[in-house]
């Protein structure tokens, strides 16, 4: 289906012959793997894949396999006519949008799983959640055959994940992370975005706050323990209504083991309910 300037795939069939095609016309696919409801830091990874790839293909898949039970499938926000919008106006050449039958067989039984990454940081709260990740990005990437694949580091564990699953499976595809895209104010954004009401939207920006006076600890006040950054930055989260911490934990950026000093380039990530929206955020922070 063309749609002035964009074509939309959707099954995978047609998305195999789109690759072939394209790869036999020589040119190169980047892909942005999405859940869709699109804002500016998914329109940022589109605009960096057109400097990556001949062919930018935005995938628009809510993931039923990286929720849990108990968590926001149902409710997650979808709007496919805006997302061809946005995505038309960022230039994207193909979305591939295809449905849960499509992509799960009721007898689906493969699963792809890594065995240490997940288990830090949201691993713990979200079990599951990273292996319905590693799935559906392994699907895509052999779906969409792209030569680059994009992600934001905004979700900073799942990129250190599809970075170690596309070198342990030996995919030939180079990934590349985009800076958090952030709302005027500082909030990063996020579809989730949308489930937050006005007083907790000014909750929520506690989280980038909190991470500034991590920052600020660490390159003004020279402090470099741990536990002190984690108690105050937890502090002034909790100093506002609605908010709970899930976690904040100070880590190795590469191997996310948890630090109790910073020495050198430390990831200082978080997860902090506002009312019933669980919010994700982190920085990397670089003592003197
Ligand atoms: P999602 O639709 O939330 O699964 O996100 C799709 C991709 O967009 C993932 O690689 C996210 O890390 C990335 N992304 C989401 N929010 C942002 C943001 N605020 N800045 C940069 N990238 C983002």
Redesign the pocket.
């Known amino acids: 289906m063309q749609d002035s300037g964009i074509k939309i795939v959707k099954t995978i069939d047609d998305m195999h012959q789109e690759a072939t095609r394209l790869g036999l016309a020589g040119k190169t696919i980047a892909l942005v793997?999405?859940?869709?409801f699109l804002h500016e830091?998914?329109l940022?990874?589109i605009r960096e894949a057109q400097r990556h790839g001949d062919t930018v293909v935005v995938s628009i898949f809510v993931n039923p396999t990286q929720f849990g039970p108990t968590e926001d499938f149902k409710a997650y926000p979808r709007d496919f006519n805006r997302d061809l919008y946005l995505a038309r106006s960022a230039k994207a050449d193909v979305i591939f949008a295809p449905s849960h039958e499509t992509m799960y067989d009721n007898d689906h039984e493969t699963f792809v799983q890594l065995k240490g990454l997940p288990d830090f940081l949201c691993g713990p709260s979200r079990p599951g959640h990273f292996r319905g990740v590693t799935t559906v990005v392994t699907k895509l990437f052999n779906i969409v055959k792209p030569q680059v694949a994009l992600?934001?580091?905004?979700?900073y564990q799942?990129l250190a994940i599809i970075r170690r699953l596309t070198r342990d499976l030996s995919f030939d595809i180079r990934i590349i992370g985009?800076?958090?895209?952030?709302e005027p104010d500082g909030l990063?954004?996020?579809?989730r975005n949308a489930y937050l009401s006005q007083e907790e939207r000014l909750s929520a920006l506690s989280l980038y706050q909190g991470l500034q006076i991590a920052k600020r600890m660490v390159t003004e006040g020279e402090i470099t323990e741990a536990n002190r950054i984690k108690e105050e930055v937890s502090r002034y989260i909790t100093s506002h209504p609605y908010t709970k911490i899930d976690y904040v934990a100070l880590c190795n950026p590469s191997t996310l083991k948890n630090i109790n000093r910073v020495k050198e380039e430390t990831l200082i990530a978080l997860a902090v309910w506002v009312g019933t929206t669980r919010l994700i955020d982190n920085i990397v922070l670089k003592p003197r």
């Open positions: 793997p999405t859940m869709g830091g998914h940022a990874l992600f934001g580091e905004k979700d799942q985009v800076p958090t895209v952030r990063a954004m996020s579809s």
